[in-house]
Nanobody, 117 residues
Framework: QVQLVESGGGLVQAGGSLRLSCAASGSISSSNTMGWYRQAPGKQRELVATIISGISTTYADSVKGRFAISRDNGKNTVYLQMNSLKPEDTGVYYC???????????WGQGTQVTVSS
């Protein structure tokens, strides 16, 4: 059983940066997709970014050019570098791993990101 543990969330002013980390307790093949979701208060969870094979990435339109997802397969860790943060980026950020179709096998517990204006 793989466990995902997120870290790096916190409170930051608009325009600032944060780097989220998601460490997997077990090995996840680089051929498996890993991703980040977020959920703002009163809203549905939305997909922010994905990475597969450490190379191919996708981003939500709302974060393109500001966020960057990366992966260190040796450390079984995926990162989300968030720059030029906006108040609308506020939410709980979740790490997910191993996607089959639209379903993900593993989820982290989430880390809170709050961006003040």
């Amino acid at each position: 059983q793989v466990q995902l543990v997120e870290s790096g969330g916190g409170l930051v002013q608009a325009g600032g940066s944060l780097r989220l980390s998601c460490a997997a307790s077990g090995s996840i093949s680089s051929s498996n997709t890993m991703g980040w979701y977020r959920q703002a208060p009163g809203k549905q969870r939305e997909l922010v970014a994905t990475i597969i094979s450490g190379i191919s990435t996708t981003y939500a339109d709302s974060v393109k050019g500001r966020f960057a997802i990366s992966r260190d397969n040796g450390k079984n860790t995926v990162y989300l570098q968030m720059n030029s943060l906006k108040p609308e980026d506020t939410g709980v950020y979740y790490c997910a791993a191993v996607r089959t179709g639209s379903r993900w096998r593993y989820w982290g517990q989430g880390t809170q990101v709050t961006v003040s204006s």
